[in-house]
């Protein structure tokens, strides 16, 4: 197995911050062995880099280090709205009551005296991130109560005056003569009101989406569909398609049509990320569960901020984007007991992973 597929596959990601390197070696070893994806950072200013790259799951934290200690580092981190909810564990030497009162007070979850014993930070790591886990769940399940209200009020107070504003303004453009100023004012009516009837439509669909269907489904012939579907797209932007592994028969279980709209909405993302062209690289392969799918584009690397945020509804890092198109593939991919993934970094552009199991 490959980095990249042991990183997707890892129980969660580590930091681990120590300014020993004997300790941060042994910490790192021990955990990447149980299955996490670990960063080692030997002060709190590479520790810093590192969360701004990438949020990591969980935090251990030493807290005598040179220039900014570890109370210094959590306090900090949990003053920023980006990193407060990252669970923080102190790692340390100092074992006074008033040592591990100062920690929980600058935001840590946890305190391990050194010398640890390897189960306990086995026990307290994994209790932790089945919290933050559990947490995250929670929030999405209270998101989404949201948005299902939402989607009342949207259907009910939004799209019908959209439509009737839309309706006059296409008809005012053709009662009003070509070259009247007048035309400008109501094309750009008629494009506003098209760009609200999209969000409205969205918003319903990712609310209102049906349970799958799972049967046994081939993902070379709904990723072929899809590329048909999007020929215009491509010709029109001069991006050549090239593909990998799809000699690929194995057969998933999945519903057809939702993956159809989950590969629609991730393949249109990378399509638009290229309009000037450049290449999509689609590659296939078998895993020992299942398929993993690899769409990458050649457009512009995307920040760090916006890759932590690119499956949230409503974020939307394209001007004419409603939101809801990653948000929606996230979604019926993950109901079907699958699992998607974004990176960007220069030289490599963007991928999007999808594993089917």
């Known amino acids: 197995m490959n980095p990249e597929e042991e990183k997707s596959r890892a129980k969660g990601t580590i930091l681990v911050v120590d300014d020993n390197p004997s300790n941060l070696n042994l910490l790192s070893t021990l955990l990447r062995e149980n299955g996490y994806e670990v960063r080692p950072a ?63 007070a600058a935001g840590g979850v946890d305190y391990i005296t050194k010398p640890f014993q390897f189960e306990e930070v086995l026990a307290r790591v994994g209790t932790h991130i089945a919290l933050r886990a559990a947490q995250q769940s929670l929030v999405q399940s209270e998101r989404l109560a949201a948005l299902g209200k939402l989607s009342q009020t949207v259907a009910h107070e939004v799209r019908n005056p959209v439509t009737v504003i839309g309706g006059f303004a296409r008809r005012a453009q053709k009662l009003i003569a070509e070259g009247d100023p007048t035309q400008k004012i109501l094309s750009v009516i008629v494009e506003e009101t098209e760009k609200l009837e999209r969000i409205v439509a969205d918003v319903e669909r990712y609310c209102r989406l049906r349970e799958p269907v799972l049967k046994p489904v081939h993902l070379v012939e709904i990723v072929d569909e899809v590329l048909l579907g999007l020929s215009d797209h491509l010709e029109r932007q001069g991006i050549d398609v090239q593909r990998s592994g799809f000699g690929e028969t194995r057969e998933i279980l999945g519903d057809e049509e939702l993956l159809e709209l989950a590969l629609h909405n991730v393949i249109l993302n990378a399509i638009d990320a290229m309009p000037k062209g450049g290449a999509l690289e689609l590659t296939l392969a078998s895993q020992s569960d299942g398929l993993l799918l690899s769409i990458r584009d050649t457009g512009p690397v995307i920040p ?36 998607i993934t974004l990176s960007s970094s220069p030289g490599s552009g963007t991928e999007v992973r999808i594993e089917m199991h």
């Open 304 to 339: 760090p901020e916006v890759v932590q945020n690119v499956f949230e509804p409503f974020f939307a890092s394209k001007t004419r984007g409603s939101g809801f198109g990653l948000a929606l593939a996230r979604r019926i991919i993950e109901e079907q007991s699958g699992e």
């Open 42 to 104: 030997i002060n709190s200013s590479l520790a810093l880099q590192s969360i701004q790259i990438s949020l990591p799951d969980l935090i251990l934290l030493d807290i005598r280090m040179p220039e900014m200690d570890g109370y210094e580092l959590c306090g900090y981190l949990k003053s920023d709205k980006r990193t407060r909810d990252i669970p923080v564990i102190f790692i340390s030497a100092l074992g006074e009551v008033i040592d591990k009162v100062r920690a929980f």
